[in-house]
Every structure is written in C-alpha cells, then in structure tokens.
C-alpha cells in the first residue's frame, strides 16, 4: 500500500517551454501533496503544499506563477514549471499524505528534468 | 523554527555488521513525529521507520531501530546486520503534530548522511 507514482521520469525540453510532471497516489487518496526539489548531493528543498480543490501554499521564494500547481482531485496533483529555463533543471519528487496515514508522507520516484 | 541536524555527512559499515546513524533535533513542542527515509541510486524516498513523540517505546521495522531520547532531542537510527541493498542517503526528517496555517505540519529534514557498505 501507499504508491505514489509520477510521469514522467525525465524529461528534457527546450527553454521557454512548459513542462508538467504528474504525482498520483495510486492505493490511497491523499488529501495533502508536496512538492520538492532536489539538487545533486542535497536535502529536499519543499516548494509547496496543496490541498485538494484548493489553492496551493507555497514557500518563501518559490515563484508562484512559475511553478503551477494544480490539485485536482484526491488522487491527483500537478506540477507545470512555465517558461523553463537552464536554472529550473533539477530533480523534482512529490509526496502524498493520505487520509489514513495522515501523519506520513510517501514519496514519488522523483522526476528529471533538463532544460536546454 | 524547528531544525534538524545530522552531522554524519558519510558512514561506512562492513556487511553483516551494524551502524548507528545520528540525528539530532531542535524543538519547543511536545508532540510531532519522526521519521527517517531512505533515498538509494534510484533516488526513490523510501520511509523506513516512524516514531510518535508521545510513545516512549523505541520504533523498530526488521532490521531497524531506533533511540529516541526525547528529552536529550535525539533520534539515532541504528541499521543491524548490514546488507549491500542498505547503502543509500538516509535523511532524518521532523513532522509537527500542529498544522500553523499553510504549513500543514510539512516535513523538515536534514542534510542526510550516505552510507555506504562493504562487502
């Protein structure tokens, strides 16, 4: 139980594109999803929470209207990184709390993005 | 703020023996969880062991235990009969039992130590 999924793996766009990286919770509905960056050889850097049906809550310097995210249903969340540029290449991992387990976050395998 | 702290960048441990990891952590509340992730190659975060704050008893999953001493801010993960499938980036990380507006009790982690694993 708890599988959290996310599409796609990598992915590698030209900059001034927009790209979107799905997280799904797949065995349990999740009424929490975080979204994280990670930077080679660092910790996960939260860039922001969102509930379902509502608007997302993001960190400090995590520019909103970059990166997008939607919350569509208790199964669904994504992220879309508008107008990507080289400094926006990272790893990107979501996370979901669910209602049972609501205290413990389960991980997506992450996604790869590249920016050219 | 809350802060965690592991100041193990890097832990080497012979297979089939054990290794404990450390994690310290700063906090004024008396109620939050614990936790410690696993994050191999794949880069897949993998939980591998969870301690309620309110629970005296220490947490242990198979191969894994843990020592929470509460009062000392301390949480050390200790990995016993060490297997080449442990090597990995374990990360330490706190959870609030309070949401406080939009945080919603987000995870805060530490910097992580990497294991590795001789055969």
């Known amino acids: 139980g708890a599988v959290v999924s996310q599409h796609p793996s990598r992915v590698i766009c030209k900059s001034g594109t927009s790209v979107k990286i799905e997280c799904r919770s797949l065995?349990?509905?999740?009424?929490?999803m975080f979204w994280y960056r990670q930077f080679p050889k660092k910790s996960l850097m939260l860039m922001a929470t969102?509930?379902?049906?509502?608007?997302?809550?993001?960190e400090q310097g995590v520019e909103k209207d970059k990166f997008l995210i939607n919350h569509a249903s208790l199964t669904l969340s994504t992220l879309t990184v508008t107008s990507a540029h080289p400094e926006d290449s990272s790893f990107y991992i979501c996370?979901?709390?669910?209602?049972?387990?609501?205290?413990?976050?389960?991980f997506g395998p992450g996604t790869r993005l590249t920016v050219l | 703020a809350q802060t965690v702290t592991q100041s193990q960048p890097e832990m080497s441990v012979q297979e089939a023996e054990t290794v404990t990891l450390s994690c310290t952590y700063d906090?004024?509340?008396?109620?939050?969880?614990l936790f410690w992730y696993k994050q191999p190659p794949s880069r897949q975060m993998i939980l591998v062991i969870r301690?309620?704050?309110?629970?005296?008893q220490n947490a242990t999953e198979n191969r894994f235990s843990v020592n929470f001493q509460k009062a000392a801010k301390s949480f050390s993960l200790k990995i016993s009969d060490s297997q080449l499938g442990d090597a990995a980036m374990y990360f330490c990380?706190?959870?609030?039992?309070?949401?406080?507006?939009?945080?919603?009790?987000?995870?805060?982690f530490g910097k992580g130590t990497k294991l590795s694993v001789k055969p």
């Open positions: 065995d349990f509905q999740a009424t929490t």
């Open positions: 301690q309620e704050a309110y629970k005296q």
């Open positions: 996370s979901a709390e669910g209602v049972a387990g609501w205290d413990t976050q389960y």
């Open positions: 990380a706190y959870r609030s039992e309070m949401n406080y507006g939009g945080s919603q009790g987000n995870l805060i």
């Open positions: 906090t004024s509340e008396s109620d939050y969880y």
């Open positions: 969102s509930n379902e049906g509502s608007k997302a809550t993001y």
